[in-house]
């Protein structure tokens, strides 16, 4: 059984959009579930979930371009 890992530091992360939507992650392209996939990975350790980061993502409501998000203690912030 794997042990919860809790760091210290945050997590940054560079998301690429296309029409409202994650495409890319620190420049990978991946599909939709791969998208989850990865953010739920990296997120575990500073307690954040993908729904967290997505929520984030809409509520910017920006369409295309890049997002760079710092995750870090259950929180997910714009930089």
């Known amino acids: 059984m794997q042990k919860s890992i809790h760091v210290d530091c ?3 992360l560079e998301l690429g959009l296309k029409n409202g939507e994650v495409y890319t992650i620190n420049g990978k392209e991946l599909n939709r579930d791969g998208v989850k996939h ?9 307690n954040v979930k ?3 980061v997505l929520s984030k993502i809409h509520s910017l409501k920006q369409a295309d371009g890049a997002v ?5 203690d259950g929180m997910v912030s714009a930089v």
Request: negative net charge; charged residues 25%.
């Open 38 to 46: 990865v953010i739920d990975y990296l997120g575990q350790e500073v």
């Open 10 to 12: 945050p997590t940054y």
């Open 50 to 52: 993908a729904d967290d």
């Open 68 to 72: 760079t998000l710092k995750l870090y």
